[in-house]
Structure formats: structure tokens, C-alpha cells
């Protein structure tokens, strides 16, 4: 059992930055790959970046490549997602999913996750 609790998220304006954080309580949550997803007013939730168990390996959506940095600090148990110049489009709300099985070769896919956190609110205005 992997629970998950993001957090970070809050109003900003276009070009300024946030960064959120994904806490995990399960034990064994390091040896799992994990990503974030995110889903806008009225639309579908949409993919924005997976990390590999060991950090090792990292991956993008093509709309926040070069924007937003995913890592993870395993000593914490956290998953954290820095957003820097951030646009309106941005705006959604962000969930963190953690892999179903660990030590996963790669990055896992979007057919790969498993558990999901609640989560948390991010605006930006232009």
C-alpha cells in the first residue's frame, strides 16, 4: 500500500515558478518509479512527466519539456515537480501516481500506475 499527498500548489502569475511536492507513506515507495499528471477545467488528464525507481531516467510531455523538472529525494520519500516559467495553460489541477511494481527498467508508461494521490491546485494567470 503506497499512499500519496501532494502538495505546493497555488495562484501565481505567468513566468513565476512553483514547486510541488508528492509524499509517500508507504515503506517501499523508493524502489518505484513515479510521475505526475495533471487535468484542466473541462478536459481530460493529461501526462506531464515519469522518473525512473533510482532517479536515473527522467521524461516529458512535449509542452513542459524544458519548463519543469521532475526528481526525487528517496531518503524523504518525496517526488517533487519544479515548474519555472509557467503559462496559463498550466493551470490544472496536479496528481502524483506511483508505479505498480518496483525496480521497473526505465521510466513507466502511462498504463503503469497504479496508485494516485488526491491532488492540488495550480493557477496561473496571465
Known amino acids: 500500500q503506497v499512499q500519496l499527498v501532494e502538495s505546493g500548489g497555488g495562484l501565481v502569475q505567468a513566468g513565476e515558478s512553483l514547486r510541488l511536492s508528492c509524499a509517500a507513506s508507504g515503506r517501499t515507495f523508493k524502489n518505484y518509479g513515479a510521475g505526475w499528471f495533471r487535468q484542466a477545467p473541462g478536459k481530460e488528464r493529461e501526462f506531464v512527466a515519469a522518473i525512473s525507481w533510482s532517479g536515473g531516467r527522467t521524461y516529458y510531455a512535449d509542452s513542459v519539456k524544458g519548463r519543469f523538472t521532475i526528481s526525487r529525494d528517496n531518503a524523504k520519500n518525496t517526488v517533487y515537480l519544479q515548474m519555472n516559467s509557467l503559462k496559463p495553460e498550466d493551470t490544472g489541477v496536479y496528481y502524483c501516481?506511483?508505479?505498480?511494481?518496483?525496480?521497473?527498467?526505465?521510466?513507466?508508461?502511462?498504463?503503469?500506475?497504479?496508485?494516485w494521490g488526491q491532488g492540488t491546485q495550480v493557477t496561473v494567470s496571465s
Open positions: 501516481a506511483a508505479d505498480t511494481i518496483p525496480f521497473r527498467v526505465g521510466v513507466p508508461t502511462t498504463t503503469n500506475f497504479g496508485s
